[in-house]
C-alpha cells in the first residue's frame, strides 16, 4: 500500500474522530444551552432555540465532513489539482449554491430556512397534507412527525416550505383520534355512520368532539371509513384509538355490516 493511500486513511480516520467527538461536544453544549433558556426564559423560546440549535449542528457537521473529503482528494495527484481548482473557482460557491436548492438536495436549503423562520418548532403539533401529529425532529434532509396514530412520518423539508402547514400547537391543543374500519360494500354507507358514531359515547372518558365518518377508500368487496374525532391534548391517542376500532367492530360485526 503506498505512502498516500496510507496518508489518506489516516485522514479519513482522523476526520471522523473529529466529527464524533465535534458531535457529543456540539450536543452537550446546545443541551445546556436549552436547559438554561428553558429555566430562565419561556418554554416557546426553548422550543424555538432547540430547532436552531438542532439543525445549526447539522449543518456544522456537513461542513466538516466536506472538509474532510477536500483533504482527502489533495492527497492523490488525481484529484489534488481538481480539488484546489474547486475551492479556489467560483464556479464552486455557485455549484454549492445549486446544489443546495435544487431536488433532492434542496431540502437542506429548506431545512435552513425552518430553523430560521420557523414556521414549526420542535414539539409542536402539526398538519402537513394528510399528516397530523407532532414534529419530534428536523433534520437537514426532512422532518419527522409522529403522527396521532403512533406512527413516524418523514416529511422532506421542501414540502414543510412550499406547502400549507398548520401548526395546532399556537391555536388547537386538541388531538386527532382515527381509525380505519372495513364494511361490506353492500352496506349503505348511511347505516354504517350511524352506527359507528353510536360507538363514540361507549368510549368514555376522554370524550371525543367533532366525530365524522368518511370514506377513504372503495375495494372490490370492501369499502374503508375513517371515523375521526378530536380529544383533548394529555389524550394517549394510542389507546382511545385501540379501545375505538374495538368497540367499533363489534358494533358493525353485531349488524352485519363486516366484509364476508
Known sequence: MSERTWQAIVTVGIGLVVL??????LGVVFDR???????????????????????LRRVILAFVLALVL???????????????TLLASSAFIALILGVAFSV??????????????????????????????????ITLIHTIVRTD??????????????????????????RLVTVRLPVANTVPVED??????STVDEV???????TSVAVVDVGERTTWLALSGYAPR???????????????????????????
Open 20 to 25: 464524533a467527538v465535534l458531535r457529543i461536544v
Open 33 to 55: 444551552a436549552v436547559k438554561r433558556a428553558a429555566a430562565r426564559k419561556s418554554p416557546d423560546y426553548a422550543a424555538r432555540l432547540r430547532t436552531r440549535l438542532t439543525v
Open 70 to 84: 477536500w483533504s482527502v482528494l489533495e492527497i492523490f495527484p488525481a484529484t489534488e489539482q481538481v480539488a484546489r
Open 104 to 137: 433532492p438536495l434542496g431540502n437542506i436549503g429548506a431545512g435552513i430556512l425552518l430553523s430560521l423562520s420557523q414556521p414549526v418548532r420542535i414539539g409542536d403539533r402539526i398538519t402537513v397534507g394528510d399528516v397530523t401529529g407532532t414534529a419530534v425532529e
Open 149 to 174: 396514530q403512533g406512527l413516524t412520518a418523514f416529511v422532506p423539508n421542501s414540502q414543510m416550505i412550499t406547502s400549507t402547514v398548520v401548526n395546532r400547537s399556537l391555536d388547537d391543543p386538541r
Open 192 to 197: 354504517a355512520r350511524r352506527v359507528l358514531l
Open 204 to 210: 368514555g372518558e376522554p370524550s371525543l368532539q367533532e
Open 234 to 260: 394529555p389524550t394517549a391517542v394510542d389507546r382511545v384509538a385501540s379501545e375505538l376500532r374495538e368497540r367499533a367492530l363489534s358494533a358493525l360485526a353485531a349488524e352485519g355490516f363486516l366484509p364476508g
